[in-house]
């Protein structure tokens, strides 16, 4: 998986692809708790559920399906303003939790995405993987894995989202 650091990264570049004042306050702060969100499925280690479970890591919790169903619901707890539409803010919420599994599926490591569940459980990376898999639990941050990890999201996240949104800016800027 790519880190609990990283996965911001793609809401709060997401944002920019939108217009100004389409998305109400506060709804950039849901899309990083949605790109965050589907990690929440490690806590089927502790309760047994295996991992390549169609509930285990990476499962149900990654996929399209997931994404559409937090999206939906949440898009509907979000006051629209003005600016923006209803279905501008389930885009984005939609967009960010789906994000999550996307990233991951460029990980080198682990079983794969299951993108496709609940309706199927095979799972899924995408053939360029160029970000490092980050070590499960806090401790494996401090090892030489975990530090790997987190200078491949700068190189494959962060430095592109970062581009992505000087780029905008500076096209909005020049209209």
């Given at each position: 998986?790519?880190?609990i650091?990283?996965?911001?990264?793609?809401?709060?570049?997401?944002?920019?692809?939108?217009?100004s004042?389409?998305?109400?306050?506060?709804?950039?702060?849901?899309?990083?708790?949605?790109?965050?969100?589907?990690?929440?499925?490690?806590?089927?280690?502790?309760?047994?559920?295996?991992?390549?479970?169609?509930?285990?890591?990476?499962?149900?919790?990654?996929?399209?399906?997931?994404?559409?169903?937090?999206?939906?619901g949440?898009?509907?707890?979000?006051?629209?303003n003005?600016?923006?539409?209803r279905?501008?803010?389930?885009?984005?919420l939609?967009?960010?939790?789906?994000?999550?599994?996307a990233?991951?599926?460029?990980?080198?490591?682990?079983?794969?995405i299951?993108?496709?569940?609940?309706?199927?459980?095979?799972?899924?990376?995408?053939?360029w993987?160029?970000?490092?898999?980050?070590?499960?639990?806090?401790?494996?941050?401090?090892?030489?894995?975990?530090?790997?990890?987190?200078?491949s999201e700068?190189?494959?996240?962060?430095?592109?989202?970062?581009?992505?949104?000087?780029?905008l800016?500076?096209?909005?800027?020049?209209?």
């Amino acid at each position: 998986m790519a880190t609990i650091f990283s996965h911001p990264a793609v809401p709060l570049a997401l944002a920019s692809l939108f217009p100004s004042g389409a998305l109400p306050s506060g709804v950039l702060l849901i899309g990083v708790a949605c790109s965050i969100l589907p990690d929440l499925d490690v806590i089927g280690f502790r309760l047994g559920i295996a991992y390549g479970d169609v509930l285990g890591h990476r499962g149900l919790s990654h996929s399209i399906f997931f994404a559409a169903v937090v999206g939906l619901g949440l898009s509907f707890f979000v006051p629209e303003n003005q600016a923006g539409a209803r279905w501008m803010i389930f885009l984005f919420l939609f967009l960010s939790t789906l994000s999550h599994g996307a990233l991951d599926a460029m990980t080198d490591g682990g079983l794969g995405i299951a993108f496709f569940a609940p309706f199927s459980d095979r799972r899924y990376f995408f053939p360029w993987r160029p970000i490092a898999v980050s070590p499960i639990g806090i401790g494996g941050f401090f090892t030489a894995a975990g530090w790997r990890a987190i200078a491949s999201e700068l190189q494959w996240i962060w430095l592109p989202a970062v581009c992505l949104v000087g780029l905008l800016h500076g096209f909005k800027a020049g209209r």
